[in-house]
Nanobody, 115 residues
């Protein structure tokens, strides 16, 4: 059974930084693309960043230049480094991987940015 376990959320002031981690319970996690989504209260879940198996990355315009997605294949873990955080980044963040036809999600990590 595939599990994605997130860690690293929390409360930070405007301009601060946080790093989220998404650890997978399977081997060969490296062959799958992984994405980070976020959902703020009253809003739809939105794509934040994605990294492919080859390491190519793509970002939402709202986080471009501030967030960095990366992966450590030896640890089966994907990271989201978030810098220059803004109050509008406040949301629950989810990692996601589409593995053998099934969408898997992490449990969600609350990120709160105070003004």
């Amino acid at each position: 059974q595939v599990q994605l376990v997130e860690s690293g959320g929390g409360l930070v002031q405007t301009g601060g930084s946080l790093r989220l981690s998404c650890a997978a319970s399977i081997r060969l996690f490296s062959i799958y693309s992984v994405a980070w989504y976020r959902q703020a209260p009253g809003n739809q879940r939105e794509l934040v960043a994605v990294i492919t198996s080859a390491g190519a990355t793509n970002y939402a315009d709202s986080v471009l230049g501030r967030f960095t997605i990366s992966r450590d294949n030896a640890k089966n873990t994907v990271y989201l480094q978030m810098n220059s955080l803004k109050p509008e980044d406040t949301a629950v963040y989810y990692c996601n991987a589409h593995i053998t036809g099934v969408d898997y999600w992490g449990q969600g990590s609350q990120v709160t940015v105070s003004s």
